[in-house]
């Protein structure tokens, strides 16, 4: 037999034995050739890679950079990434960015982490200066710039304008969107992408100067853009002149500022919009036509000025009048099943009772219908204590946004003889002026002085504390830091919240003299309040806030840390803030206090609320701890950050905590759920509802379950079912006040009375439409889809209270069975044909009743249900409803701010439209809402003092009278 051959020596065998030619062309060939075969043969050319770094390494060696091309590629198949990288980076042009191929590709990729992750490292100044004085190799910033080119020239420019955000290269930034030829869309999305992407304050704030400078120097400005812009930089005088600039044009332009002040409302940054309420007018005011404007309307037409106009958008005052007429005209809040809620619960359980006025509350927020109270003064006379003082505050949640009238509403509750009343009704104030301080301030700074009573100091702190938020009033500062020292424990408690909520975003180096103090007092309930008050102060501010937090969350103190928690949450709320989230994951698995990991937890949706998707990931190993506090805290951040989105992984997640062990987790998931589920389609509601109605109903149920399905309840109906929990702007920016009013609400664990902050976080889900009146025309909008789809929930009948509450006998089958047989033989006996042998009962019907519902039928038939309906403004539109509504083309009135030649936006919050036939008579809307005084405590009508006068000063014998 004759011997086998050896193998043949392979290509890559051959070419590699030429590398040790002596001949330079030789090896240089070798090498070209190599570089078609060693996707294929690379396990051989690898045995010989150290030969080729050496011919890298002889700078005599012509080819070098073949050698460095072909090192980059071994190492590359070999797993080194960072070996490949080296060698690719002195390669020079040898190494082909445009390259399509997989090695390429990863390279491209490893290239740019390296270089974002060492621009991202460099301090602020040189991120800024000359980009080629970073000291990074110049040979990686030449593959990058390379890869800019490349993506520029292929059309890439959403591409480019990430990486330059990542590596912090304004510079290219620029470039990518001037060599654009949609240099607006292009805008639009730096803007997107900064707001998610840039994590760094200092930096995203230089990104937005020059976003807004470039909108600017448009052809035709974008200044609904570039205001944005500006807010995001919280320069108000830029905006003040932008919006002094436009109400001083014609009637295009005074449009334009007034969509864009109602804009600045909607994201609800209150510090701000009083700064630019302030600036506005200070420059050119005295330029503002009162007479004729260059369109040749007169203010005199109109009764006010533009300017005036303006800055009663700004003020909020004209925004809250015209939501208080949508809540009051659109409340579909049923007050059957409220008393259905009643019935059910026993008037000695004070905490369901409690609860079911919260409900009310919450269900009738800002619809200023108080006809359950009234029609049950008997039933809201057994609370007692702080029970009254809460229902009381209620009061306030139901009229909120009535500032006109606020004294004379609490006007029958503000003598009254019991404190907890008294205290009650000044928090009621608060909750009726937050954002809107009017009158109320100097009436409540009277109340707090005029009264040693904690009670009463507890709630005007509080009302103190909303009607001054954001605003860092001077005298405000004063009586609350007085009534800190005093060290009551009650007062002390709401003198924190109400410093927090005063120099809220502020990052006031008070908080310093609150965390001194803090360590001097002796009483939990003041360190809980100043702890939160803390945080409340750092809101929004990132990194600025970072010593205070680093102070709280590393304190011995688990009260001091708790509220490290929140002030992270707080600070970094809607960032996603990478550094933010790691903190509150280290501290929820690690503190040793349940208080603090629970916290810690529910924090984690506050941070996650701009991107709600995220949360449920993030904490679903979490929701299955072993223990309770934790997973309350997981089930309390889902409903935070995906409230109003129905987002299936949030509800897949809350789901079957609803049915925990243990009764405070199931409050924690019912109460989210309903955050979740808020203003989603009945259809999506009804089992939900249906489950939140058993617990209720169920007798045997725990007081902690089902007192979160009365608040559930309640969450799920707010302000007559025309309300959504915003938490964040329809430009994504987290709202202050919604995001303070949520984290004072979850300390409600604690105080009860807190839960009644909830109402700060509901956002009319509304189109409201105006023209330049700031009145409401007559117009419409068309919504494209299926009436039944968007529709109210249908309200509790009499009957579906009956059935609810009806006990149903048990029939054993034998018992069914020998009626089913009597019942037989005596229809035999008389004549009639056989009925069913299972025992079912036949159906007797008259023959008008059968001949209705048999036309009933016929004409649901005959007439399907249309497949889009008209919504008259104001109507209600759901956010998951606005996709499918929109302007008809052959609409009279079209929004200014509308994109050229579409009719698609806007088409929910307020919308200022523009007349195109200005020369016919404009019908306006009605005002429905009338005022109404509200209903009188059991405590105050049977008082034996006259009714007091409108107007109350201060009065030396009120405390002798135990006002």
Same mark, same amino acid.
């Given at each position: 037999m004759a011997p086998s051959r050896p193998p043949a020596p392979s290509a890559a065998t051959a070419l590699l034995s030429l590398l040790e030619e002596p001949r330079a062309a030789l090896r240089a060939h070798a090498l070209r050739a190599l570089h078609d075969v060693v996707d294929r043969e690379w396990s051989a050319v690898a045995s010989s890679v150290a030969a080729i770094e050496a011919l890298y390494e002889d700078e005599t060696f012509e080819a070098r950079e073949d050698a460095a091309l072909l090192a980059s590629k071994v190492f590359y198949h070999l797993g080194e990434l960072n070996d490949a990288l080296h060698y690719a980076l002195r390669a020079g042009d040898r190494f082909d960015v445009n390259e399509g191929s997989d090695y390429a590709q990863t390279l491209i990729a490893t290239a740019i982490d390296e270089y974002v992750a060492k621009r991202q490292s460099l301090d602020m100044d040189v991120t800024l200066g000359d980009a080629s004085k970073d000291g990074i190799d110049s040979k990686l910033v030449d593959v990058v710039e390379r890869m800019f080119e490349s993506c520029l020239s292929d059309g890439e420019h959403f591409q480019a304008i990430g990486i330059a955000l990542e590596s912090k290269r304004l510079d290219k930034l620029e470039e990518a969107i001037t060599r654009s030829n949609t240099v607006a869309e292009c805008l639009s999305y730096s803007m997107k992408v900064c707001a998610s992407?840039?994590?760094?304050?200092?930096?995203?704030?230089? =990104?937005?100067?020059?976003?807004?400078? &470039?909108?600017?120097? #448009?052809?035709?400005?974008?200044?609904?853009? &570039?205001?944005?812009?500006?807010?995001?930089?919280?320069?108000?005088?830029?905006?003040?002149?932008?919006?002094?600039?436009?109400?001083?044009?014609?009637?295009?332009? *005074?449009?334009?500022? !007034?969509?864009?002040?109602?804009?600045?409302?909607?994201?609800?940054?209150?510090?701000?919009?009083? $700064?630019?309420?302030?600036?506005?007018?200070?420059?050119?005011?005295?330029?503002?036509?009162?007479?004729?404007?260059?369109?040749?309307?007169?203010?005199?037409?109109?009764?006010?000025?533009?300017?005036?106009?303006?800055?009663?958008?700004?003020?909020?005052?004209?925004?809250?009048?015209?939501?208080?007429?949508?809540?009051?005209?659109?409340?579909?809040?049923?007050?059957?099943?409220?008393?259905?809620?009643?019935?059910?619960?026993?008037?000695?359980?004070?905490?369901?009772?409690?609860?079911?006025?919260?409900?009310?509350?919450?269900?009738?927020?800002?619809?200023?219908?108080? @006809?359950?109270?009234?029609?049950?003064?008997?039933?809201?006379?057994?609370?007692?204590?702080?029970?009254?003082?809460?229902?009381?505050?209620?009061?306030?949640?139901?009229? %909120?946004?009535?500032?006109?009238?606020?004294? *004379?509403?609490?006007?029958?509750?503000?003598?009254?003889?019991?404190?907890?009343? #008294?205290?009650?009704?000044?928090?009621?104030?608060?909750?009726?002026?937050?954002?809107?301080? /009017?009158?109320?301030?100097?009436?409540?700074?009277?109340?707090?002085?005029?009264?040693?009573?904690?009670?009463? *100091?507890?709630?005007?702190?509080? /009302?103190?504390?909303?009607?001054?938020?954001?605003?860092?009033?001077?005298?405000?500062d004063g009586e609350l830091f007085r009534i800190l020292r005093t060290d009551s424990a009650v007062a002390g408690e709401a003198a924190g919240i109400g410093l927090g909520l005063l120099y809220a975003g502020s990052c006031t180096p008070r908080a310093k003299e609150i965390h001194q103090y803090c360590g001097k007092t002796s009483h939990g309930k003041i360190v809980r309040g100043c702890s939160l008050g803390m945080a409340l102060t750092v809101y929004g501010r990132e990194e600025g806030g970072d010593d205070l937090i680093e102070?709280?969350?590393?304190?011995?103190?688990?009260?001091?840390? !708790?509220? /490290?928690? #929140?002030?992270?949450?707080?600070? !970094?709320?809607?960032?996603?803030?990478?550094?933010?989230?790691?903190?509150?994951?280290?501290?929820?698995?690690?503190?040793?206090?349940?208080?603090? $990991? %629970?916290?810690? =937890? &529910?924090?984690?949706?506050?941070?996650?609320?701009?991107?709600?998707?995220?949360?449920?990931?993030?904490?679903?190993?979490?929701?299955?701890?072993?223990?309770?506090?934790? %997973?309350?805290?997981?089930?309390?951040?889902?409903?935070?950050?995906?409230?109003?989105?129905?987002?299936?992984?949030?509800?897949?997640?809350?789901d079957p905590m609803m049915n925990d062990q243990v009764d405070f987790v199931q409050q924690g998931a019912l109460i989210a759920m309903a955050m979740v589920r808020i203003q989603q389609t009945e259809k999506q509601l009804a089992p939900f509802r249906k489950k939140v109605m058993g617990h209720i109903q169920e007798t045997h149920e725990t007081t902690m379950c089902k007192m979160g399905?009365? &608040?559930?309840?309640?969450?799920?109906?707010?302000?007559?079912?025309?309300?959504?929990?915003?938490?964040?702007? $329809?430009?994504?920016?987290?709202?202050?006040?919604?995001?303070?009013?949520? #984290?004072?609400?979850?300390?409600?664990?604690?105080? !009860?009375?807190?839960?009644?902050?909830?109402?700060?976080?509901?956002?009319?889900?509304?189109f409201i439409a105006v023209d330049r009146t700031l009145a409401m025309p007559h117009c419409s909008v068309t919504s494209h889809c299926k009436p039944s789809t968007f529709a109210y929930a249908a309200p509790v009948t009499e009957d579906d209270k009956k059935n609810s509450g009806e006990i149903v006998k048990a029939v054993l089958s034998t018992t069914a069975k020998a009626k089913a047989k009597a019942d037989k033989k005596k229809a035999e006996a008389e004549g009639a044909e056989g009925m069913d042998v299972d025992g079912a009962a036949a159906v007797k019907t008259d023959e008008k009743t059968s001949k209705t519902t048999t036309e009933d039928a016929m004409d649901k038939d005959d007439k399907?249900?249309?497949?889009?309906?008209?919504?008259?403004?104001?109507?209600?539109?759901?956010?998951?409803?606005?996709?499918? =509504?929109?302007?008809?083309?052959?609409?009279?009135? =079209?929004?200014?701010?509308?994109?050229?030649?579409?009719? @698609?936006?806007?088409?929910?919050?307020?919308?200022?439209?523009?007349?195109?036939?200005?020369?016919?008579?404009?019908?306006?809307?009605?005002?429905?809402?009338?005022?109404?005084?509200?209903?009188?405590?059991?405590?105050?009508?049977?008082?034996?003092e006259p009714p007091p006068p409108e107007d109350f000063e201060l009065d030396p014998e009120d405390e002798a009278r135990g006002f």
């Open positions: 992407l840039v994590s760094v304050r200092e930096f995203r704030q230089h =990104v937005l100067r020059l976003l807004a400078r &470039m909108y600017s120097s #448009l052809r035709e400005p974008n200044f609904l853009s &570039m205001c944005q812009c500006l807010m995001l930089l919280e320069d108000a005088h830029g905006i003040a002149e932008v919006l002094n600039k436009l109400v001083a044009g014609d009637e295009a332009e *005074q449009l334009l500022a !007034y969509q864009i002040a109602f804009a600045l409302f909607e994201n609800d940054i209150q510090p701000f919009l009083n $700064r630019v309420h302030d600036a506005v007018g200070d420059a050119e005011g005295a330029a503002i036509v009162s007479g004729e404007h260059k369109n040749g309307v007169s203010a005199a037409e109109t009764d006010e000025s533009p300017l005036e106009k303006l800055r009663s958008i700004l003020s909020g005052e004209r925004p809250f009048a015209l939501y208080l007429e949508f809540l009051y005209s659109h409340n579909h809040a049923d007050l059957l099943l409220l008393k259905q809620v009643k019935t059910a619960v026993e008037s000695r359980n004070s905490v369901c009772h409690s609860a079911t006025v919260l409900a009310n509350a919450l269900t009738h927020a800002g619809t200023t219908c108080d @006809k359950f109270l009234r029609e049950n003064l008997d039933w809201l006379s057994r609370a007692t204590n702080w029970a009254r003082f809460s229902a009381t505050a209620g009061v306030g949640v139901i009229h %909120r946004g009535r500032t006109k009238d606020s004294r *004379q509403l609490l006007s029958q509750l503000l003598p009254a003889p019991s404190p907890y009343t #008294l205290g009650g009704a000044l928090y009621a104030m608060g909750l009726i002026h937050t954002g809107q301080p /009017g009158d109320a301030l100097p009436f409540l700074l009277e109340r707090a002085r005029g009264n040693n009573n904690e009670v009463i *100091q507890h709630g005007a702190c509080l /009302g103190l504390g909303l009607a001054a938020v954001g605003t860092g009033n001077a005298q405000v102070s709280m969350i590393h304190d011995g103190d688990k009260i001091m840390r !708790y509220g /490290g928690c #929140l002030a992270l949450a707080s600070a !970094y709320a809607g960032t996603g803030n990478n550094n933010a989230l790691r903190k509150l994951l280290h501290t929820a698995v690690s503190d040793v206090s349940d208080d603090v $990991r %629970r916290s810690a =937890v &529910m924090s984690l949706g506050f941070v996650l609320c701009s991107t709600p998707e995220q949360c449920p990931r993030v904490v679903a190993l979490l929701a299955e701890s072993y223990n309770p506090h934790v %997973r309350y805290g997981a089930a309390m951040a889902v409903g935070i950050a995906c409230a109003g989105t129905g987002l299936a992984d949030a509800i897949a997640l809350l399905a009365i &608040m559930a309840l309640g969450i799920l109906d707010a302000g007559g079912r025309n309300v959504t929990i915003g938490l964040r702007s $329809r430009s994504g920016r987290p709202r202050m006040t919604s995001v303070l009013g949520m #984290l004072v609400f979850t300390q409600y664990w604690y105080w !009860y009375p807190l839960s009644y902050f909830l109402s700060l976080v509901f956002v009319p889900t509304a399907p249900e249309p497949t889009s309906e008209e919504l008259t403004n104001p109507s209600r539109v759901t956010p998951a409803q606005e996709k499918a =509504v929109r302007f008809d083309q052959s609409s009279r009135f =079209v929004p200014i701010a509308a994109p050229a030649g579409t009719f @698609k936006y806007p088409t929910r919050g307020f919308v200022v439209l523009r007349d195109t036939d200005p020369d016919e008579e404009i019908a306006y809307l009605d005002a429905q809402f009338k005022p109404v005084a509200p209903p009188v405590p059991a405590d105050a009508a049977d008082d034996d």
